[in-house]
């Protein structure tokens, strides 16, 4: 007996109700005005215009196991080969050759204190341990003198070490200086709050690259003589105090936007000022401002390539040392694609862990 004519294939329909579905939202959501349907059109057509021919450039006519510059000029696409040869500079510098497992080390060290830095369960005073024991392991491995390691000058450190230390020492170091000031801002008492005003409101007004400049050339000069301090020290003071002096008032953002109930709760249990800090108002302000101090890790890690002004051989300087090399002249465009990845990995993973972070620490009601 033939089924109705009308009758629906019951496994058809939730096939009818995707499509419905798909249409619906291609309607509502690109093509609901004349604007939208414009732009939609026109975004099309960019990508149509510059996604295939990308691919062709990155994947399909480029290169990784040529042997020479002269091979690489033969095809169309990438030559990757350049990173392969150069990678070594690129990522260590001018660090001695047979000393590069050392740099190798010290980044595997940071990195790994920061990845334990994000897991909750050793939030404690044991992570303060671990950055302490990081970080000097990882000054030791790089200036080297002692436990029968060769003695480096910092003038030979660079590439993606060096970018990675000064970030992280300047995180460090900047976040609890950001935390005493925006506190000292406010303060009742007159000289520590117009110190902090002074001292925040100053280095706000100055971009990093004068600091950089005054710690490199004008602060010798008013040093005592026979005192010397190394210009990478210099260089990592003054991206200290830079980032603290921002992220100071970014938690000052934070604390005031603590209801004044929570101070009027902790007064009524009989807590002293430190208490009601340390306990109650900190970590409520921390966490409304994660994703501004987020941005700000995130800036000053790509600020450190402006120590290049100064002659220090961060990742960017490294990757214009590799294009010295007459041999491969011509292949810039695929040392700053990957120096551009390094940086879009690091920036890309502290974006997404914040996001992370504040799910995680969200207390308010889901409306």
């Not at 249409?23 to 732009?39: A, C, D, E, G, Y």
């Not at 970018?163 to 950001?178: K, V």
């Amino acid at each position: 007996m033939n089924a109705a004519p009308n009758a629906v294939n019951p496994s058809s329909a939730p096939r009818a109700w995707s499509s419905v579905a798909a249409l619906h939202w291609l309607r509502t959501q690109l093509f609901s005005s004349p604007l939208n349907t414009l732009l939609t059109l026109l975004t099309l057509w960019l990508l149509l215009a510059t996604v295939p021919a990308m691919v062709d450039w990155f994947f399909l006519n480029s290169t990784v196991t040529a042997t020479n510059a002269q091979e690489c000029r033969k095809v169309t696409g990438a030559c990757w080969a350049v990173i392969v040869e150069k990678h070594r500079l690129i990522l260590f510098g001018v660090y001695p050759y047979e000393e590069q497992w050392r740099p190798l080390l010290a980044t595997l060290l940071l990195l790994g204190v920061i990845i334990l830095s994000g897991v909750r369960r050793f939030w404690n005073l044991s992570l303060l341990l671990f950055w302490v024991i990081a970080l000097s392991a990882a000054a030791i491995l790089m200036w080297g003198g002692i436990f029968g390691l060769t003695y480096v000058e910092y003038s030979r450190w660079g590439g993606l070490p060096l970018t990675l230390m000064l970030s992280t020492f300047g995180i460090a170091f900047a976040f609890p200086l950001g935390i005493v000031l925006a506190l000292g801002r406010r303060s009742n008492m007159p000289a520590i709050k117009t110190i902090c005003i002074v001292y925040i409101e100053l280095i706000r007004g100055v971009p990093l690259i004068s600091l950089l400049f005054m710690s490199a050339v004008m602060l010798p000069l008013f040093l005592p003589e026979g005192l010397t301090i190394d210009k990478l020290l210099r260089a990592q003071v003054a991206i200290i105090l830079f980032a603290a002096a921002y992220m100071a008032e970014t938690i000052r953002g934070g604390l005031q936007a603590i209801p004044k109930g929570q101070f009027e709760g902790a007064d009524s249990l009989g807590l002293t000022y430190w208490q009601q800090t340390r306990l109650i108002v900190l970590p409520q302000a921390l966490k409304i401002v994660i994703p501004p101090l987020v941005g700000l890790f995130i800036a000053l890690f790509k600020d450190t390539s402006l120590v290049v002004i100064i002659g220090i051989f961060d990742l960017t300087q490294a990757a214009k040392a590799a294009l010295v090399d007459q041999t491969w002249r011509g292949f810039s465009i695929e040392i700053y694609v990957f120096i551009s990845a390094i940086y879009f990995v690091f920036c890309y993973s502290m974006s997404k862990y914040s996001q992370s972070l504040e799910k995680r620490l969200a207390t308010e009601h889901q409306r």
